[in-house]
Structures are given as structure tokens and as C-alpha cells.
Antibody, heavy 125, light 111 residues
């Protein structure tokens, strides 16, 4: 069974940093494109960023609100995905979901396949 | 603010049908990018409901159907059931933003 489990959330002050981790199991992690999606309290879904697989050069892309502040990385030897968040703002308060990206033959973009339960990040003084 | 606009809420009586629109532009849906739909039941994580505009993953009832035309897409739910009360989101890609985008979300209420 495919599973992703987030950890590392919590309370951080504005301007601070936090690193989220995502442990993957039940699928060939090294071949997977992975992504982070967030959801602010009572709000909708917002894509944060994506990292491709090693065969695709582990290319990363980010949403404009987090570009230059957030960084996604992966450790295929440990089946782990990471989200490094720097210069955090109160607007970054949200539940962060680790997700797989399913590449669909004949369709673009990929869709978000398996989701973790999410981890809460609260940015407040 | 999302570049994919959905109505904040729709409602219908049990057994009736509702349609949720997802309105984009020439840089996303209108550019030919495909649309996926997700269902988020209260207190749960989103689940893929429709992929590639109109395809249902295994296990999704055929009461759910998707359609795309021009700069918009839509999700139709027929034979509404109480268990369909949830938030629904469309998703695509935007070439101007160079990233994946979600719709603003629609809350479906079964009266």
C-alpha cells in the first residue's frame, strides 16, 4: 500500500525556519515525482512546489508565494522527501500535505495521487 | 487568488443533480491543459475524483462525471447522496505561472 507520512510541523515565529519531512513507502520512491500542497485554515488547496525524479534531474519548481524561501529536496536512499521553509510569514500557516504526482499518459499536467494526512505549520509570534 | 474560479457553494436535494464549473483562461484550461478534480470530505485529505477531464479512477461511482470545453471545465454529480457533501477542487497547469494550480473550491451541500 502506497503511503506518505509527514513530520516536523509545529509553531515557529515569523522570520524563522522549519523543515518538514515526508517518509514514503509502498512504491518505488526513486521513480516518483513528489509535491507539497498546503491548505490554510478554512481555505482552499494551494500547490507549493514539486521535485521530479533523479532520471529527470530532480528538477524543482515552486509557486510564486514561496519561491526563493522554500526548497524541496529528496533522499532516495531513505525514501524521504523534505521541504525546507525559510523566512516564514504568518501567511504560511497551513496544513502541509506531501503528495505523489501521477504522470498520466496522454494528459498534462500530472495529478496529485496519494496524499499524506498533513502536518500543521503555525507561524505566529 | 487562484486563476481557476469555482462557485463557492452549490446545493441540491438528495437524488437531484448539481454541476460545478471551473473557469480558467487562455494560459491554463484554454491552452489545452487537462483538468483533474478532487473531493475533500469534511476532516479528510483530498482524493482524486476525475482525471484527464473526464476519467474516473477505479472505485469512483459513475454518478460523477467531468467535462472540459474551451476555457472551462465542469464536474457533474447526479443522484446526490448525503455522502457527497464535501469540498470539490479542480486542478490544472498555468503557463504564465509555470506551475500547477487549484480552483478556488466549491462546497457541495445536500439539502
Amino acid at each position: 500500500e502506497m503511503q506518505v507520512v509527514e513530520s516536523g510541523g509545529g509553531l515557529v515565529k515569523p522570520g524563522g525556519s522549519l523543515r518538514l519531512s515526508c517518509a514514503a513507502s509502498g512504491f518505488t520512491f526513486s521513480e516518483a515525482w513528489m509535491s507539497w500542497v498546503r491548505q490554510a485554515p478554512g481555505r482552499g488547496l494551494e500547490w507549493v512546489g514539486r521535485i521530479k525524479s533523479k532520471i529527470h534531474d530532480e528538477t524543482t519548481d515552486y509557486a510564486a508565494p514561496v519561491q526563493g524561501r522554500f526548497s524541496i529536496s529528496r533522499d532516495d536512499s531513505k525514501n524521504m522527501l523534505y521541504l525546507q521553509m525559510n523566512s516564514l510569514k504568518t501567511d504560511d500557516t497551513a496544513v502541509y500535505f506531501c503528495t505523489t504526482l501521477t504522470i498520466l499518459t496522454g494528459y498534462y499536467p500530472p495529478c496529485f495521487g496519494d496524499w499524506g494526512q498533513g502536518i500543521l505549520v503555525t507561524v505566529s509570534s | 487568488q487562484s486563476v481557476l474560479t469555482q462557485p463557492p457553494s452549490v446545493s441540491g436535494a438528495p437524488g437531484q443533480g448539481v454541476t460545478i464549473s471551473c473557469t480558467g483562461s487562455s494560459s491554463n484550461v484554454g491552452a489545452g491543459y487537462d483538468v483533474h478534480w478532487y473531493q475533500q470530505l469534511p476532516g479528510t485529505v483530498p482524493k482524486l475524483l476525475i482525471y484527464g477531464n473526464s476519467n474516473r479512477p477505479s472505485g469512483v461511482p459513475d454518478r460523477f462525471s467531468g467535462f472540459k470545453s474551451g476555457t472551462s471545465a465542469s464536474l457533474a454529480i447526479t443522484g446526490l447522496q448525503a455522502e457527497d457533501e464535501a469540498d470539490y477542487y479542480c486542478q490544472s497547469f498555468d503557463s504564465t505561472l509555470s506551475g500547477y494550480v487549484f480552483g478556488t473550491g466549491t462546497q457541495v451541500t445536500v439539502l
